[in-house]
C-alpha cells in the first residue's frame, strides 16, 4: 500500500504572504500511460465535505481560484498558495489514486499567523 | 451539476452491518464515472473506503476489503456500501462522492452521514 505523508501537521501564515504545503507518497504515483502523476488535492472546511482542488498534480479544478497550484512528480509533490486569503483556512489534504488501492495524507490544518 | 446524498441508519450495533446508500441526482450513473465512499472519524482524517464503476467493477481498501461489499443500481440510480462486523472503531462521517473524468480522485461530494458504533 502506498503511504502519503504530509508535511507540516499544521501551518501559521500571514494574510497575503505564501503558504507551502509538503505531501510525499512512500511510492512513484506517476503514470506511465500519460506521464502525469496520479495526485489529487482537497481542501476542507469544517463541517463541510472536502473540495477539489488540484489532480493530475498540476491540473487546477474549474473554479479553483489561481493562487493555488500545485506542482511535483513521481513522490514528491508541493500545494502552494500564493497569497494567502482569510477564506483559505482549512485543513489541506493530499489523495494518491494510482493502481486499485488510493491513500489520503493525515491533512495539513492552515491557520492565519 | 450532479447531486449526491446519502442516507442509512447513524446508530449501528457493534457486530452488525453498516449499510449506506447515495443517491444521485442530475446525473446518471449508467453514462460513466466512477463512484466512491470515504469516511473520516470524528477529528479525524480521511480515509478512501473504495470506488465503483457502472458495470460493478470495484477497488477496495485492503484493509477493509473482507468486510466491504459494494453494489450499484443503475435502475434507481444509486449505489450503495455494506460494512459487516462493525466496532466502534467504524464510528465516522461516511462521504459518497464522483470521480474526475478519467481519474480517480473525488470531484463532487454528499455532504456525509455520520454513522455511529454502539456497543
Known amino acids: 500500500d502506498i503511504v502519503m505523508t504530509q508535511s507540516p501537521d499544521s501551518l501559521a501564515v500571514s494574510l497575503g504572504e505564501r503558504a507551502t504545503i509538503n505531501c510525499k507518497s512512500s511510492?512513484?504515483?506517476?503514470?506511465?500511460?500519460?506521464?502525469?502523476?496520479?495526485l489529487a488535492w482537497y481542501q476542507q472546511k469544517p463541517g463541510q465535505p472536502p473540495k477539489l482542488l488540484i489532480y493530475?498534480?498540476?491540473t487546477r479544478e474549474s473554479g479553483v481560484p489561481d493562487r493555488f497550484s500545485g506542482s511535483g512528480s513521481g513522490t514528491d509533490f508541493t500545494l502552494t498558495i500564493s497569497s494567502l486569503q482569510a477564506e483559505d483556512v482549512a485543513v489541506y489534504y493530499c489523495?494518491?489514486?494510482?493502481?486499485?488501492?488510493?491513500?489520503f495524507g493525515q491533512g495539513t490544518k492552515l491557520e492565519i499567523k | 451539476q450532479v447531486q449526491l446524498q446519502e442516507s442509512g441508519p447513524g446508530l449501528v450495533k457493534a457486530s452488525e452491518t453498516l449499510s449506506l446508500t447515495c443517491a444521485v441526482s442530475s446525473y446518471s450513473i449508467s453514462s460513466g464515472y466512477y463512484w466512491g465512499w470515504i469516511r473520516q472519524p470524528p477529528g479525524k482524517g480521511l480515509e478512501w473506503i473504495g470506488s465503483i464503476f457502472r458495470s460493478g467493477t470495484t477497488y477496495y481498501n485492503p484493509s477493509l476489503k473482507s468486510r466491504l461489499t459494494m453494489s450499484v443500481d443503475t435502475s434507481k440510480n444509486q449505489f450503495s456500501l455494506n460494512l459487516s462486523s462493525v466496532t466502534a472503531a467504524d464510528t465516522a462521517v461516511y462521504y459518497c462522492?464522483?470521480?474526475?473524468?478519467?481519474?480517480?480522485?473525488?470531484?463532487?461530494w454528499g455532504q456525509g452521514t455520520l454513522v455511529t458504533v454502539s456497543s
Open positions: 493530475w498534480a498540476s
Open positions: 511510492q512513484s504515483v506517476l503514470n506511465s500511460s500519460n506521464n502525469k502523476s496520479n
Open positions: 462522492a464522483r470521480s474526475v473524468a478519467g481519474a480517480l480522485c473525488f470531484q463532487n
Open positions: 489523495q494518491q489514486y494510482y493502481g486499485s488501492s488510493y491513500s
